[in-house]
């Protein structure tokens, strides 16, 4: 654009928090380059330069707080919500004319709204829940006790998804609970700016299909059906995009257990090699769960006096231990 910019027109000079710095120069001088380059390629964009630095500036206070160092003050922190509230809210006394003021203004997206929401009481009760209050995660809800914390948070739940859908269909998106994209971690270019997906743009992502798959994946190397039994009765309790997530990844996996303990039953009556369990292991669909490998869970099993290990022929075997095999069958 033609009236870009100079760099020495960018004012990064006076920064109180490095006076008497032992490189201040050297700093400002940094500072100086860096944002003329990012300058350059926003194309003289001031307020998105603003809002790169302000995001910028809150991303590194919260890793900050992660040390357990709190400062007295951060002023700096409130910079990207500024300029969303300048930007948001124009004078309506000025009345110069404005090259670009028959510019239709830019339609919600589901990110635009859900960044919205974050700041809005039902998103910061959300990222308590999800990420806790504190360095220790203090009151965030963890996979170990899911069922728990989910039965102890579901009325509030139940509030905070009606909040977001409330603000997602009053922008005329619409609402969907799970995503096209729904392995954990895995990278999508799919977007549709008209959907709100509730695992992605609500439950922040794929953190909530993580709390589930980590639960399952204890449930399964203790064959424990009860505890998968007792998630989804609570799932009747949550609000019904959240139980969807839930319900999306127990899909099959009380009944895989059941079949997985059967047969290990049978196997072990026998002498069963590492091998056959590692087989059985491998028919059931259990490979998106955080799964220990098959010697170590053996191991545990062991541990525990259900399996003792010992030979067939030449192989290492497992057979019934003292404490019997009371997994379901």
């Known amino acids: 654009m033609d009236d870009r910019i100079e760099d020495s027109d960018i004012e990064v000079s006076y920064l109180a928090c490095i006076d008497g710095h032992g490189r201040e120069a050297e700093i400002l001088r940094t500072l100086q380059a860096v944002t003329a380059e990012l300058d350059r390629l926003v194309d003289g964009d001031l307020f998105l330069l603003a809002r790169l630095f302000g995001a910028m500036t809150a991303s590194l206070y919260s890793e900050a707080q992660k040390t357990g160092t709190e400062p007295d003050e951060a002023p700096e922190i409130s910079a990207a919500m500024l300029i969303d509230a300048m930007t948001a809210h124009s004078d309506p006394s000025d009345t110069e004319p404005d090259a670009e003021a028959d510019i239709r203004e830019a339609a919600p997206t589901p990110w635009s709204v859900s960044n919205d929401m974050r700041y809005s009481k039902e998103g910061r009760r959300l990222h308590l829940l999800q990420f806790g209050d504190d360095v220790a995660g203090s009151g965030a809800i963890t996979y170990e006790d899911l069922p728990l914390d989910l039965e102890k948070t579901a009325e509030t739940l139940n509030g905070i998804e009606a909040g977001y859908l409330r603000a997602a269909r009053e922008a005329s998106l619409e609402v969907r609970s799970v995503s096209p994209a729904r392995e954990v971690g895995e990278e999508t270019n799919y977007e549709d700016e008209n959907i709100f997906y509730a695992d992605r743009h609500l439950y922040h992502g794929y953190l909530w299909r993580g709390h589930v798959r980590g639960f399952l994946g204890d449930c399964v190397r203790r064959f424990d059906i009860s505890s998968i039994d007792r998630l ?39 002498g069963m090699p590492v091998q056959d369990f590692r087989d059985m292991v491998a028919e059931r669909d259990f490979s998106r769960f955080p799964m220990v490998k098959v010697n170590p869970w053996l191991g545990d099993l062991c541990r525990d006096g259900h399996l003792v290990k010992g030979t067939k022929g030449s192989r290492v075997a497992y057979w019934p231990g003292p404490a019997g095999w009371p997994f379901p069958s």
């Open 232 to 270: 989804d009765e609570i799932c009747r309790r949550l609000p019904t995009h959240l139980a969807a997530i839930v319900v999306d990844e127990m899909r099959g996996v009380a009944e895989d257990v059941r079949s997985l303990a059967a047969a290990t039953s049978g196997a072990v009556a026998e």
